[in-house]
């Protein structure tokens, strides 16, 4: 495990900002004066904390549309006499449809500022989820309206996270990334319980419908709030000249995007994110199908609500504890490898636990813990893109979250190989655990907190030490 350490004098942030500013006013060498340092445009901390509620919320309301065709579908299969592939085929095209949009919404918020492409997203995906039943009844084909639909949804959620991403890494200060990436991580989570308790209480009360139209509503009620009361009014206009000219972040070229995925620390954080991603999408697809095969008598809501309320405090905590590392000088690398290892080091262990004959009570128990720390992870790897690379953190969390994305649906596949092959679950927690161990040692060995996405041997660049 890395060895927490602290910073000496000289790699202070405020000493940092000073040398920033020096540099500004005399310029490089030949007399001639060059502003290239990036504005000081970080939110004060009541105007971060009252961002992070509103994240929050709007992430909690991101999950319970993107979940409520899930609770919705049983009924709607009664409904239009839809099989399981016809069902398959509905749910797994929201996935198809998010991983197209990833590096294009995080290269947009990276130009136009995150909080844009969050509101017409916002916007966007909360009217398609209330318009749903419209599509279902009207058109001639459900299967092909509803299939179509949750493409749309994917492809309009996908740029979320990104967006976060380049929104933290522009707007707020470093020791205080990992308390809100952490916090709105949460959002998801939250929305899962939200949904499922409320959503199936208006499911049996109001017909399906009314998880749609309520859940939907609300996005669009949060959106134009945020427009209202935080961008003022402002209208979030997207230009091909606002594209084209970028924001106060520095712009990389191909040469520089090419040297970027060259570093090894960056290398690092999309090997561990991919990772990080397949065993998550592993352990949520198949956990419910584990537990019912094995404690066929044990009741649903205990194993799928607790793992996810114990899996809120665990993620807040992270971020509280990743910050006030950081805020009492430790080094910014060691607290992210930290936060890291209890995500995929310290978790694996009690995944390895469920391979072994054991009680429901005990199997709740180890699977609760180990949903609880891999959140940590949003004070890890989530947050180090913003350590290495703030100019362009959207687009690269995109990349990220991309290969993430294809590697969960790819696992999730394999691990239902393994099982009618070996008919065993302790393959598949096995194969979980060693995914885990290469994502944790490669991110052990090579992550790094200093900026990578500037060049040193330009006299407009200099290379920041976080």
């Known amino acids: 495990m890395a060895i927490l350490q602290k910073h000496g004098k000289n790699s202070s942030p405020d000493l940092v900002c000073l040398k920033e500013k020096i540099t500004d006013k005399t310029g490089v060498a030949g007399g001639h004066q060059k ?7 970080y939110w004060p901390r009541p105007l971060a904390r009252v961002w992070t509620v509103v994240l929050l919320l709007g992430t909690c309301l991101l999950y319970c549309a993107r979940v409520a065709m899930p609770i ?19 749910l797994g095209s929201f996935f198809w449809g998010y991983c197209f949009t990833q590096v294009l919404g995080g290269y947009v918020s990276d130009r136009v500022g995150g909080e844009k492409v969050l509101l017409l997203s916002a916007a966007a995906w909360g009217a398609m989820t209330a318009f749903t039943p419209v599509l279902a009844h009207f058109c001639s084909q459900p ?17 979320h996270y990104p967006s976060l991403a380049s929104l933290c890494s522009q707007k707020v ?16 989570y939250l929305g899962t319980l939200v949904i499922g308790g409320a959503g199936s209480l208006m499911l049996d009360l109001y017909g399906w419908e009314s998880v749609f139209y309520v859940s939907g509503m609300l996005s669009v009620l949060w959106a134009y709030c945020m427009w209202k009361y935080l961008l003022k009014g402002e209208g979030p206009i997207i230009t091909l000249e606002s594209l084209g000219s970028g924001g106060p972040q520095s712009k990389l070229s191909r040469r520089h995007w090419l040297r970027l995925f060259k570093q090894p ?7 561990t994110h991919l990772c990080t991603a397949s065993t998550f999408f592993t352990l949520l697809s198949w956990l419910p199908t584990y537990f019912k095969d094995t404690f066929p008598d044990a009741k649903g809501w205990v194993f799928n609500v607790i793992p996810w309320f114990v899996s809120i405090p665990s993620s807040l905590f992270s971020g509280c504890l990743s910050d006030h590392l950081i805020s009492k000088g430790h080094d910014t690398a060691a607290v992210r490898k930290l936060m890291q290892f209890f995500s995929m080091g310290v978790s694996s262990v009690f995944t390895l636990l469920l391979c072994g004959t054991t009680t ?7 699977v609760s813990v180990t949903m609880g720390l891999t959140t940590f992870s949003h004070s890890g790897v989530s947050v180090n893109v913003q350590d290495l690379a703030p100019s362009c953190a959207g687009a690269l969390f995109g990349v990220m979250n991309t290969c993430g994305a294809f590697s969960g649906v790819l696992m999730v596949y394999f691990s239902g ?7 065993s679950w302790a393959s598949v927690f096995a194969l979980i655990t060693v995914v885990n161990l290469v994502g944790l040692v490669t991110f052990l060995a090579f992550a790094e907190a200093r900026r990578v996405d500037i060049d040193s041997s330009k006299g407009r660049y200099h290379n920041i030490h976080i």
Do not use: H
């Open 72 to 90: 919705c579908a049983v009924s709607m299969a009664e409904k239009f006499n839809w099989t399981k592939r016809d069902q398959g085929m509905v």
């Open 417 to 423: 190989y393994l099982i009618e092959a070996t008919g």
């Open 143 to 159: 299967i092909f309206s509803m299939t179509l639909a949750r493409f749309l949804m994917g492809l309009l959620q996908g740029v």
């Open 360 to 366: 429901f009570p005990l199997a709740v128990a180890f």
């Open 265 to 271: 620390a960056v290398c690092a954080v999309i090997i």
């Open 35 to 41: 502003k290239w340092s990036e504005p000081n445009t």
């Open 173 to 188: 200060v470093e020791s205080e990334r990992g308390f809100l990436m952490s916090t709105v991580g949460s959002g998801s």
